[in-house]
Every structure is written in structure tokens, then in C-alpha cells.
């Protein structure tokens, strides 16, 4: 197996281990690298590992081909007595612990979504590779908080 492309760039404190290219896209393998990590309920440090768990998410497109990256990331136990969180997973920055999408690929639809019609936008993102259909994009634009009208740039307009 070759080396990862230079131009990959990886998302927080994670381990390239593989990857490997097929026609339906590339497929990164990454594994966390920490040694602990801080329950989110407490805010506790723990260096206590109760298991693995995979998950599998899209992330920005190379060269026009869809990337897979598929996280071996830990679940920890929280040894704080009082926290009501036994077993928590880790956190990484530019994962939100929900998406099924890397932050900084789900940046890149939103920017699509408010750039052009939904239509436009689901053949765009065809094309970059990272194929996504017009009612996603229309759930991008509903779900996104609306601006405070001070930092609007067209507040002199209205
Ligand atoms: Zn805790």
C-alpha cells in the first residue's frame, strides 16, 4: 500500500493507517491516537478504555473522487463518581458527534446549498464527488441558524 496522498489532509488527532482506491471512491482508514480523553457530561479526564467502535463518514473529495473515512475512534469509562455518564465516546474536533459528514465536507454543501439552486447543487456536488441529493441540500438551508440581522451585509437595505 502506497503512502496517502500529501494532499489528505487528517482530521484531528487521528492515525492514518491505510487506504486504499477503488472505483467508487478512496477508503481512509484512520485510528484515534490518543491515550485519553475528557467526559463530555463532567469534564473529567480518562485514561480508562472500555472499548472500539467504528464510524464511517464522508469526507472532503481528492481528485474528484469520493473519500470514506472510516474511524476506529474509543469509548471510555468515566471513573468520576458523582457523573451520571458511565461510558462515554471521544470527541474530535471537525467531527460533530452527530453528521454523517466530516465538518469541513459538510461546509462545503452548506456553501453549495446558498451558492445555487438546489438542482444545480446536486449535480455540482455529482461532479466534485461527493454526490448529494437536492432534498439534502434543501435540509442544509432550512437547518442552518439564521444570521443575527447585525452581522446581515445588506442590514442598510431593508
Ligand atoms: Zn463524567
Redesign the pocket.
Known amino acids: 500500500m502506497d503512502t496517502l496522498p500529501a494532499f489528505y489532509e487528517p482530521i484531528d488527532v487521528m492515525h492514518i493507517a491505510a487506504w486504499q482506491e477503488s472505483p467508487e471512491g478512496i477508503e481512509v482508514i484512520a485510528l484515534s491516537s490518543r491515550k485519553s480523553a475528557v467526559?463530555p457530561?463532567?469534564?473529567?479526564r480518562?485514561h480508562n478504555k472500555h472499548s472500539r467502535y467504528v464510524r464511517m463518514l464522508r469526507d472532503l473529495p481528492v481528485s474528484g473522487k469520493p473519500v470514506i473515512l472510516v474511524l476506529q475512534a474509543n469509548k471510555w469509562f468515566?471513573l468520576?463518581r458523582f457523573?451520571p455518564?458511565r461510558v462515554?465516546t471521544e470527541r474530535f474536533e471537525g467531527i460533530s458527534s452527530s453528521q454523517r459528514n466530516t465538518d469541513r465536507l459538510q461546509l462545503l454543501l452548506q456553501e453549495l446549498a446558498f451558492s445555487m439552486s438546489a438542482k444545480a447543487a446536486e449535480r455540482c456536488s455529482k461532479a466534485i464527488g461527493v454526490p448529494t441529493s437536492h432534498d439534502t441540500f434543501l435540509y442544509l438551508i432550512r437547518a442552518t441558524p439564521e444570521v443575527p440581522i447585525e452581522d446581515c451585509p445588506f442590514r442598510f437595505y431593508r
Open positions: 467526559c457530561q463532567c469534564h473529567c480518562s468515566c468520576h457523573c455518564m462515554f
